[in-house]
């Protein structure tokens, strides 16, 4: 079950007051409208009553995905990533009971993400049926790569989206938060990526539920996490 709380927003641009819901677990099994709302943005967008303004509602929250074995916790600065880290990994409950009964299910792919960015990329992948730690290694091959070729820091992140011109994947290159570049995906380093790297990403996958490029370095270069 989906659960959110009615918040008094005022509006940036007209600067009147209006109430905003706000969403503490968004749960598709329950409200299967979230699904496509989520993924187009809507669910965060706070449209003003009084003067039409739309404003992007950012905020820490957990998406539940039911019928996909899926359960996300999201967090825009350091202080949320921290509580749902403590929470993912079982240091503390969560206040939301429907949270903590998420948390006890086997077989499920949890994962906590840093910003809209992340969240988007780990959405993309998952509806797609691709494996995201499998990814993350693709992505630290391709970024160190390019990195190899340019004298100075002309990306910080590499990520996956949807082409805007084609169906395909493609990676973004991001320089705070904006692209900057963009680079075709050979699908064949990803097979190589499963047969090369396959017993240390199971290894490395099933307690964790923080991967990202940390954790494809650390699995690459034999770590254990
Ligand atoms: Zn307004």
Not at 30 to 46: A, C, I, N, Q
Not at 106 to 134: A, C, I, N, S
Not at 158 to 186: A, H, P, S, T
Request: with cysteine; proline share 3%; aromatic share 14%.
């Amino acid at each position: 079950m989906s659960e959110s709380f009615m918040e008094k927003v005022t509006c940036p641009y007209c600067h009147i007051q209006h109430e905003f819901k706000k969403w503490i677990l968004i749960d598709t099994g329950s409200d299967p409208d979230l699904y496509d709302e989520v993924r187009s943005g809507e669910t965060f967008k706070f449209v003003c009553p009084s003067c039409t303004s739309t404003y992007d509602m950012n905020y820490p929250f957990a998406y539940h995905e039911p019928e996909n074995r899926l359960f996300i916790m999201y967090a825009n600065n350091s202080e949320d990533y921290e509580k749902a880290r403590r929470i993912l990994s079982g240091e503390v409950p969560s206040e939301q009971e429907a949270i903590n009964e998420i948390l006890g299910r086997q077989g499920y792919k949890k994962r906590l993400v840093y910003g809209r960015e992340e969240f988007y990329e780990k959405l993309l992948l998952f509806d797609r049926g691709l494996d995201d730690g499998v990814m993350e290694i693709v992505k630290l091959i391709y970024g160190e790569n390019l990195a190899k070729t340019q004298k100075e820091d002309l990306f910080d992140a590499v990520r996956y989206f949807k082409d805007d011109e084609k169906e395909d994947g493609v990676f973004f290159l991001m320089k705070e938060g904006q692209r900057v570049g963009k680079v075709n995906i050979d699908e064949k380093i990803y097979d190589w990526v499963i047969s090369n790297y396959f017993d240390r990403i199971i290894e490395n996958i099933s307690d964790t539920f923080i991967v990202n490029f940390f954790w494809a370095r650390n699995v690459v270069q034999g770590r254990q996490q």
